[in-house]
Structure formats: C-alpha cells, structure tokens
C-alpha cells in the first residue's frame, strides 16, 4: 500500500504562486507515476500534470501548461506541484495520485493511490 498527504494549500491571492507538496509512504517503490487532479466546485475532477519516475518525463493538461509545473524529490518520495499566476479559476482540491505501472496519465481512474486532497482557494 501506498499512502499519499498533500500539503500547501490554502487562502492565495490572483497573480500569487502556490507550491503543492504530495508526500508518498509505504510501497513507494512501486510508484511508476504521481500526478495531481483538481476538482473545483461544481465541476468535474480534472486532469493537471503527471510525472513518470523512471525517467522525469511530465504530462499536462493542455489547459495546465506554462503556469504549473510538476517536480520530485527522489530521496523525499515527494512530487511537488508548482502554480504560478494564480486565477480565481485554480479553486480547487487538488488531489494527489499514484499509479503502479503503464497508465492513461490523463485519467483518474487508473490511478491505484490518492490522496485526501488539499484546499486550494484563490481570491480576486
């Protein structure tokens, strides 16, 4: 089993930066992705960016790309989750994940872990 916790969510203003951090325990070693999910109110949980381990390689949604960027600390087992130029819009939970092995990076039910999520709330 894998366990994930998010961190570094909260209040932010529009134009500001946030980092998410997602610690992972347990199996880590059989952590072949880690990505995040967001899920604003009244909408769908969607897609933001997904790293591979074997080989750093990282995938955005298209609408993600240029403000976020997805990063890892090996010896942490710690994917982090860099948001730039804030909008309204980012208000979120954003959920961590984890998959072990060959996955669609863009769909969430092929992750085998998640996190509990982290409130991400951005004010005008």
């Known amino acids: 089993q894998v366990q994930l916790v998010e961190s570094g969510g909260g209040l932010a203003q529009a134009g500001g930066s946030l980092r998410l951090s997602c610690a992972a325990s347990?199996?880590?070693?059989?952590?072949?992705?880690m990505g995040w999910f967001r899920q604003a109110p009244g909408k769908s949980r969607e897609f933001v960016a997904s790293i591979r381990w074997s080989d750093n390689r990282t995938y955005y949604a298209d609408s993600m790309k240029g403000r976020f960027i997805i990063s890892r600390e090996n010896a942490k087992n710690t994917v982090h989750l860099q948001v730039s130029v804030l909008k309204p819009e980012d208000t979120a939970v954003y959920c961590c994940?984890?998959?072990?092995?060959?996955?669609?990076?863009?769909?969430?039910?092929?992750?085998?872990?998640w996190g509990q999520g982290t409130q991400v709330t951005v004010s005008a």
């Open positions: 994940v984890a998959a072990r092995g060959g996955i669609r990076v863009t769909q969430f039910a092929d992750y085998d872990y």
């Open positions: 347990g199996r880590t070693f059989s952590n072949a992705f």
